[in-house]
Antibody, heavy 122, light 106 residues
């Protein structure tokens, strides 16, 4: 059974940093792209960042470029999102999601975690 | 970045109705389009990938069509369980982008 479990969310002041983690299980982690998607309270979905299976292709939404960094660790079956210079508008539920196509960055996200809540407030 | 324009933003319908939701991409994305359903407090659920491929376990009343810039999600006969939010996603290029969402209500 595929499982994605996010952690690391919490309350943080503007300008501070936070690191999110997502542990994956139930599939061959190395074969798939992984993504972070966020959802502000009462709002729609926003793609934040994605990373290919070999870490050769990484992308960011314009809203987080230069502040957030995605990474993945094969040994830990995990992806991470280092979030620096946080702003109040970064407040959201952050989901980890798995790409659906082996060896490709393109493709829908077929499994999602339950999310970890990040609140940026003074 | 590719912009995804989804319409309508909200839709009132009844059980048994046929409904359509559209997404328009700001440039050609071939068939790199997915549809998701999201219920309150839950993670999104993948319904359709590659514009028209129904995911395993998704009822056949859901269908997707389109290519290039114009895409449609159709629910042929609404069931009570279908009242939810729906989002499109273009997964053609980074940055991936979602449509604004459609809230389907009774």
């Amino acid at each position: 059974e595929v499982q994605l479990v996010e952690s690391g969310g919490g309350l943080v002041q503007p300008g501070r940093s936070l690191r999110l983690s997502c542990v994956a299980s139930g599939f061959k982690f190395d074969d798939y792209a992984m993504h972070w998607v966020r959802q502000a309270p009462g709002k729609g979905l926003e793609w934040v960042s994605g990373i290919s299976w070999m870490r050769t292709l990484i992308g960011y939404a314009d809203s987080v470029k230069g502040r957030f960094t995605i990474s993945r660790d094969k040994a830990e079956n995990s992806i991470y999102l280092q979030m620096n210079s946080l702003r109040t508008e970064d407040t959201a539920l952050y989901y980890c999601a798995k790409g659906s196509r082996i060896g490709l960055v393109k493709g829908a996200y077929d499994y999602w975690g339950q999310g970890t809540l990040v609140t940026v407030s003074s | 970045a590719i912009q995804m324009t989804q319409s309508p933003s909200s839709l009132s319908a009844s059980v048994g109705d046929r409904v359509t939701i559209t997404c328009r991409a700001s440039q050609d994305i071939r068939k790199d389009l997915a549809w998701y359903q999201q219920k309150p407090g839950k993670a999104p659920k993948l319904l359709i990938s590659a514009a028209s491929t129904l995911q395993s376990g998704v009822p056949s009343r859901f269908s997707g069509s389109g290519s290039g810039t114009d895409f449609v999600l159709t629910i042929s006969s609404l069931q009570p369980d279908d009242f939810a939010a729906y989002f499109c996603l273009q997964d053609s290029n980074f940055p991936n982008t979602f449509g604004q969402g459609t809230h389907l209500e009774i």
